[in-house]
């Protein structure tokens, strides 16, 4: 039970307690370039990933599993403590922006954009984390070792680090709303055709970096899809709301994944779980696609007003 409450209980809450501020704030500094300063941002989680998996197993095997918690725990509380002073929210927000109460901000959920999101980040989470849970194990089912599967989860956490930053710097020159579209359809094609055919070492890495490198959109690109629609004064209340609702789907999706691959014994198979995870994708992808069309007929609207607005005072001049 130990590790439910330090690993689980603990991590999780002092994770969350440094991740919505660190993506949320860039918001505040930049709207040119918001997509780039949000995926430079987020990027550290991948970039994390391709460093931390040969190290940890490398730590595993030199020093032990109890030692190595350790070393990871002063490292995260080194870099992430000294990083937390460099955070700070734009001086104008905080003279000029009014907080609504928790009461206040979850009126947002009547909003259909909103609600979009959160269902698509609902749906997304109990397949985001089934597939680099499970790549390792994946690996040695088909035959391959484990420090091969490690190296695929390593390269493929390496292509997330540069898929954050290039989505970014594409939805800034393009279309956050097209490039969030494409990312998540292309998430959910990696899981339900690369994984369901990977059966070696060339095509499980195809599917992994493929994953990995356009899965991040739903942490890069959708705050910058919620500042589009909602602004920045209350981002980081409802990016909180959003990610605190998929949070539940997260907790539960490895374990879900878990329990279904259990059940295929004594003739293990992970056709379920890959299923499981694409289908849940898919869903995403689909709230995706729905939050699309409500923000297109929400500017659709305004820009119509707006119309109306400056047609009236040229008839009246």
Known sequence: WHLYVTQGVLFGIGASLAYYPAIAVPSQYFVKNRGLAIGIAVSGTGLGGFALAPLTNALIDKVGIFWTLRILGLMIFVVCGGASFLIAERKEHLEEQQRPS????LH???????????????AASIGY????????????YIGLSAQQG???LGLSNGSG????????????RLSNTKTLLFCCWATAFSVMVFWMVAKSFGTLLLMGMTFCLFSGAYVSLVPVAVAESFGTDTIASMIGLMY??????IWGG????????????????????IMTAGGSLVLGAICVTSWAYFHWRATRSVASIHNAKDALLDEQS
């Open 244 to 249: 605190g609702t998929g949070g539940v789907a």
């Open 161 to 172: 680090f540069v898929g954050r930053i290039l989505l970014g710097l594409i939805a800034d």
């Open 108 to 122: 947002v959920f009547r909003d259909p954009r909103f609600l979009s999101l959160t269902i698509a980040e609902l």
């Open 150 to 152: 490690a190296l695929i």
């Open 129 to 140: 984390l089934i597939p680099l849970y499970y790549m390792q194990t994946y690996a040695v």
């Open 254 to 273: 490895s374990p879900l994944a878990g329990y279904i691959l259990d059940s295929t014994l004594p003739n293990l198979s992970y056709t379920p779980v």
């Open 102 to 105: 928790f009461l206040q901000s």
